[in-house]
């Protein structure tokens, strides 16, 4: 007697639009409930290059019913997928979850999935007494979760490791989170096995199906942009792999089988080194060569490097105006001498203080790091007490010994080293220079005897801006400043001559600043201010940038692209709508001009005839006068005479009459 078709089973993936959730689930979708992967090899290869028409068309009854979230609400939904959820409660979402059979959670693509999923886990475990059918739980997690554990055998640390292994496993420090839910997934299945059974899959890194970990390679070898492929380091670590549908492959065998072991590694039977893989993609996709460069160099691109750069010129003459433009047109550090005292201090401030404030809390535990402790605390009393030292010497002013040790030590901090920075009028004299830049350990004779002095090109410029303008431009710029502007500044009259002409003459010898920065091939690029008619500095600042070139640091991320698409969106609608207001603004204004200009024309036009009319009246009195007097009265007799006798012709009647009755005129 023939089997009836196999019953449908409802299987719940998060985020179904990602790389990995979006393989799995359309795969579990062409796959028919309970049958063995041996069975279906052959259909599975030729699913593989079909359409997702194909598979939207396709059967449904046996198979997987594939629902799941998306990882962005806007997507749209997948073709495989039944249904897609919008939660938003974990009420909602665990309602969800109860009506499916089967809940699978990668967390390997997203760690802020990490918490759902075992808040997941554990609602459903309390759930258990109230489930009508058993339920499966399986977690998606990484090999990194193995990336720490020791080789099973020291001596060959080629043996691979086995499932058996896991309970000795230690993970890479960024995925402590993940093997946190790798043991609560695994306990909370350890219950009631029956009803609620759980599975980890420790996936290798995934590809295939329009590759995850390895599209980076193949997009440079695409595109040929490049003459070889990079591997990032030496290229000998293996990586631990495996195709995203073998992945998918692995989860269908757990739901139809439930093997006995709970953990389970899904990896590639092949080794392969980076070198390899990368190898084989060159070979395969890009120009056929590979290049070694430095791991370090793995998040980095050529054009990611920091960006140095030293601002030189008078007081007075827009140096900080100017570096805080280009700090933020290419995302720099603005390093400014008094802001750099300012903060050492304080920062030595913190260390100490804490400790005075502690000093009677002292417990027995932890005596070797109160050790070091104190002699940090020490070494921060004595260069704090230093520091007033010096201070009080030189008239609150620190000597240059220190100020050149706070901003050495700022040019090496990490966010200086990543990114760079603008040096604000610093230094000022040939030896502060030398002090700053030059390497500590330099030895003088072999100075002398070098042309070029050796310095530490990690903190040395390497653009180096002179701004130049005469003293009479600078004090009458100084002297137009609005007063809010100059108190409390050395912008007053006094203080502002005496750091000029301080300037002028660490600028006159032969040893100056610029004269190191020639030395050391970087030529200062003289920009002489008076020339450009500008306050606000903006061709100055493009002309900079111009001697500079593009950014160096990372391009701009979607989420900022979008913020800046939005501020430009929102600009623009103000802008059409302030246009448009004061198009009706201007349209009202002229139809009221013209109205008023209508009525004025029509009185204007009024009054014209009003005086047109009395002047031909006024004209019209003496020719009224005359024909009144000499005509009138022979022409009504006439008219008269021509009523009562009616000749056939009254107008020649009236000629006539005219003619012989016309008075004599003088």
């Keep these: 007697m023939a089997a009836g078709p196999a019953r449908s089973r409802r299987v719940f993936l998060n985020h179904l639009d990602s790389y990995c959730g979006r393989s799995i689930g359309e795969y579990l979708s062409r796959c028919v409930v309970g049958a063995s992967l041996e069975s279906t090899e052959e259909e599975e290869e030729e699913d593989e290059n079909n359409s997702a028409a194909e598979v939207s068309s396709r059967p449904k009854e046996g198979v997987y019913q594939v629902v799941g979230t998306l990882s962005k609400p806007e997507s749209t939904k997948p073709c495989f997928a039944e249904e897609t959820y ?27 999935q990490i918490e759902e999923a075992t808040w997941a886990a554990s609602a459903l475990h309390m759930e258990i007494e109230h489930f009508a059918t058993p339920k499966l739980f399986i977690l998606i ?43 609560l997934i695994l306990k909370l299945g350890k219950t009631n096995k029956h009803k609620f059974s759980t599975y980890v899959v420790a996936s290798g890194h995934q ?18 942009e490049t003459p070889a492929i990079p591997v990032f380091g030496d290229g000998n670590n293996f990586i631990p792999t495996i195709h995203v549908l073998d992945l998918a492959a692995v989860l269908q065998n757990i739901a139809d089988h439930r093997p006995r072991f709970h953990y389970i590694l899904a990896v590639d039977v092949s080794m392969h080194t980076l070198q390899e893989l990368i190898k084989c993609i060159s070979k395969n996709v890009g120009p056929g060569k590979i290049e070694k460069i430095p791991k370090e160099n793995a998040f980095l691109s050529k054009e990611l490097t920091p960006l140095k750069v030293c601002i030189h010129g008078p007081p007075g003459v827009g140096k900080s105006t100017i570096a805080e433009e280009l700090c933020k047109h290419y995302k720099l550090h603005h390093i400014k001498i008094n802001d750099v005292i300012s903060e050492t201090i304080a920062n030595l401030e913190k260390i100490v203080v804490p400790k005075e404030l502690d000093s009677d809390s002292v417990g027995e535990e932890g005596e070797d790091d109160e050790e070091e402790e104190d002699k940090n605390v020490e070494a921060a009393h004595e260069l704090l007490a230093r520091i007033k030292e010096s201070m009080e010497q030189n008239a609150d002013r620190l000597d240059d010994q220190h100020i050149v040790k706070f901003v050495k030590d700022k040019l090496k901090s990490m966010p200086c080293r990543n990114q760079g920075y603008v040096l604000d009028g610093f230094p000022e004299t040939y030896d502060q220079a030398k002090d700053l830049f030059n390497w500590e350990s330099e030895d003088e004779e072999e100075e002398i005897k070098g042309k070029i002095p050796k310095c530490d090109k990690l903190i040395t410029p390497e653009f180096v801006i002179s701004l130049t303008a005469s003293d009479e431009f600078l004090i009458n710029r100084i002297i137009n400043l609005p007063e809010r502007i100059v108190a409390g500044t050395h912008y007053t009259q006094d203080r502002f001559l005496q750091s000029l ?61 979008e913020n800046l698409e939005r ?22 204004e002229e139809r009221a001009e013209r109205m008023a200009n209508w009525e004025e024309w029509n009185k204007h036009l009024e009054e014209v005839k009003r005086q047109e009319q009395e002047l031909l009246e006024a004209q019209s009195i003496p020719l009224r006068n005359y024909l009144m007097k000499n005509v009138m009265p022979t022409l009504m007799q006439g008219i008269n005479e021509c009523c009562t006798i009616r000749p056939d012709d009254p107008v020649d009647f009236l000629a006539e009459y005219l003619f012989k009755n016309s008075p004599d005129i003088e």
Excluded at 207 to 224: D, P, R
């Design 207 to 224: 590809y295939g199906a329009g590759e995850g970990v390895l599209h980076y390679f193949f997009k440079i070898g695409w595109l040929s």
């Design 86 to 112: 919008a939660v938003s409660s974990r009420k909602e979402l665990l309602s969800h979850l109860l009506e499916c059979e089967i809940v699978v959670y990668n967390i390997t693509e997203d760690a802020n």
């Design 141 to 183: 997690s990484t090999i990194m979760s193995w990336a720490k554990s020791k080789p099973p055998d020291p001596e060959d640390t080629e043996i691979p490791f086995t499932d058996e292994d896991y309970r000795r496993r230690k993970s890479h420090p960024n995925f402590m989170d993940h093997i946190n839910a790798e043991k």
């Design 501 to 561: 002409n301080l300037f002028r003459e660490f600028n006159t010898d032969d040893k100056t600043v610029l004269n190191y920065f020639d030395e050391l091939e970087i030529h200062p690029q003289f920009i002489d201010v008076a020339k450009f008619e500008d306050p606000e500095n903006r061709f100055i600042v493009k002309e900079i940038i111009k001697e500079i070139g593009e950014p160096r640091n990372y391009g701009l991320t979607d989420e900022e692209k």
């Design 567 to 588: 501020k430009a969106a929102e600009e623009r609608l103000v802008k059409e709508a302030q246009e448009k207001a004061e198009r009706e603004r201007k349209e009202t």
